[in-house]
């Protein structure tokens, strides 16, 4: 794991742009797993400046959001497309139907739209990097706790945590959904890469736990411990419970010295090396 920890929300927006447009130009045809919630939201508008000033386009890129609500009236404000949309894909150059999100169509059985998110994934060739927020609770996606680490996209019943946390974004006469469709943590972990973003001290114990606590179901996001490509991009308030903060500066700045003696571009970095774009099949 690289545990980066920057001055404020706003570095970790501009970084985390970054690494989502090296990973475009690395591989144009790219897939990405897109994530929604407070925390993406200025690295998206980020990324729709870089589009809009000339020089990254999507129109090559096929994207797989982590999860949707399950029930929401049609046309609900509270819908991860209309979400996308508004601050992402409205304002690129990407293709409407490369993007996916696990949606249910209208009388559809919710139960059959995991196995073919999964078969949908698996036919664009797996996911070159996922963007992942944290939940207070440790969640990803809406792997809530106790999810099994084995778990593909399915649908989960919401913690009511999740559920509190989530309803600061009602409008008024909004209910939360309880379901949603989510990819699981192995889903999930089976990404190339993973990019996991968290700002403000109220994810600061969630960090900690995460990456220096127990592997365990029981806080979803310490099973990205098992993934060899994560980085994780923090602003110090987020970090702020993590016992290792200043171990992870000094390797930070011995990974800087690296990149300075030897090349410090996105093709001269490891994380992009094309051995890591194996496709299976
Ligand atoms: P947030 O949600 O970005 O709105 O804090 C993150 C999450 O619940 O995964």
Redesign the pocket.
Known sequence: MEILILPDADAVAARAAGIVQDMVSHRPDAVLGL???????AMYRRLVERHRAGGLSFAGITTFN?DEYLGLPEGSPLGYRRFMREHLFDHIDIDPANTHLPECAPGADPRTVGPAYEDAIRSAGGIDLQV?????NG????NEPGSSLGSRTRIKTLAQR?VD??SR?LGEGETQPGLAITMGIATITAARRILL????E??ARAVALAFEGPLTAMHPASALQMHPRVRVILDEPAASELAQQRYYHWVEEQNESIAARHGGSADEDPWFHPSVDERDD
């Open positions: 994530a929604t919630g407070s925390t993406p939201v982590l992942l927020g944290i939940g207070a969640h990803i996606g809406f999740t946390d989530n974004l973003l968290a700002t403000g109220h994810k």
